[in-house]
């Protein structure tokens, strides 16, 4: 099973919007509606941020969301602040019921 | 509060085995399936394995089919994963993860709701 893909990087100045997407096939991304978004902090545990493609866990701020369209998923982050620099993964369920992440995406706020 | 901790992590050899463990706390830990997440240095997370809250139903990534074993007891809120014929390409930090919600199978499709902060293996010479 291929990773799914996703840009290496993305950058953005504070109180902007940023998108990452994450590209598969149709035999997970595209197939499933079971896409899951995580932050993860260098040398902390990785945070759920979305999960089934658009929705928020509990507590997670609504500056989150996530949307689908065929194969590629979206995070996007809006109103930027400096504490969601990190590195962003998408997961999805696959055809042969297992699990893929993403390359991951280093978010850097200017 | 749920807690995961995971332990066992170390230096191996080439070829050698090892034997994690994740205690869990805080949660109702059978009901829940687990996962075993890893991430090399540099580089970003891979799932490795997930296995049912009954235990009954497991799933490997291709990477580690055949080498790695995920079990768990459940009188002891323990997660397991047995680690043979270790290769260099197995170095990493080996996160548990627990299934967001108490449903049946191995959680695959959940995503996870609380992971561990981590555990080292390195395998060389």
């Known amino acids: 099973q291929s990773a799914l893909t996703q840009p290496a990087s993305v950058s953005e100045s504070p109180g902007q919007s940023i998108t990452i997407s994450c590209t598969g096939t149709?035999?997970?991304?595209?197939?499933?509606?079971?896409v899951s978004w995580y932050q993860h902090h260098p040398g902390k545990a990785p945070k759920l941020m979305i999960y089934d493609v658009s929705n928020r866990p509990s507590g997670v701020s609504n500056r989150f969301s996530g949307s689908k369209s065929g194969n590629t998923a979206s995070l996007t982050i809006s109103g930027l602040q400096a504490e969601d620099e990190a590195d962003y993964y998408c997961?999805?369920?696959?055809?042969?019921?297992?699990?893929?992440f993403g390359g991951g995406t280093k978010l850097t706020v200017l | 509060e749920v807690q995961l901790v995971e332990s066992g992590g170390g230096l191996v050899q080439p070829g050698g085995s090892l034997r994690l463990s994740c205690a869990a706390s805080g949660f109702t830990f059978s009901s829940y399936a687990m996962s075993w997440v890893r991430q090399a240095p540099g580089k970003g997370l891979e799932w490795v394995s997930a296995?049912?809250?009954?235990?009954?139903?497991?799933h490997y990534g291709d990477s580690v089919k055949g080498r790695f074993t995920i079990s768990r007891d459940n009188s002891k809120n323990t997660l397991y994963l047995q680690m043979n014929s270790l290769r260099a390409e197995d170095t990493a930090v080996y996160y548990c993860a627990k299934g967001r919600i108490s449903v049946g199978g191995t959680g695959t499709r959940l995503g996870f709701d609380y992971w561990g902060q981590g555990i080292l293996v390195t395998v060389s010479s």
């Open positions: 997961s999805s369920y696959t055809s042969s019921t297992t699990l893929v």
């Open positions: 296995i049912s809250g009954g235990g009954t139903s497991t």
């Open positions: 149709s035999s997970d991304v595209g197939g499933y509606n079971y």
